[in-house]
């Protein structure tokens, strides 16, 4: 069982530049499948949940949504368990809730996560 928590979480003004890190807990080892992967969703208010950005576990390979890509980058250190999230050039629209989220490969995070975290708010001031 893996269990996903995210941090880094805070107030940005627009423009501005924000790390979140989702710390993966549990059974991380290279014995997961080379295609499981990690996720960031958001979920603004009244809004429903978008995927963002997703990584492969064991290989190099990301994923983005097309809105997201140029400002945002996902990364992962493999020693620490920890995938990162980038996000550059924000603006009110990119506030909401960034989830964490596991799934079985790239393709599918998207439309069917598996596991998420408890998330981590974001706020854009104009």
């Known amino acids: 069982q893996v269990e996903l928590v995210e941090s880094g979480g805070g107030s940005v003004q627009t423009g501005g530049s924000l790390r979140i890190t989702c710390s993966a807990s549990g059974r991380t080892d290279k014995n997961v499948a080379s295609n499981y992967a990690i996720g960031w969703f958001r979920q603004a208010p009244l809004r429903q949940r978008e995927f963002v950005a997703a990584?492969?576990?064991?290989?190099?390979?990301?994923r983005y949504a097309d809105s997201m890509k140029g400002r945002f980058t996902i990364s992962r250190d493999d020693a620490e368990r920890l995938v990162y999230l980038e996000m550059n050039n924000l603006t009110p629209d990119d506030a909401g809730v960034y989830y964490c989220?596991?799934?079985?490969?790239?393709?599918?995070?998207?439309?069917?996560?598996?596991?998420w975290g408890k998330g981590t708010r974001v706020s854009v001031s104009s």
């Open positions: 990584i492969t576990w064991n290989g190099p390979s990301t």
């Open positions: 989220a596991a799934g079985i490969d790239l393709a599918t995070i998207s439309q069917h996560p598996l596991l």
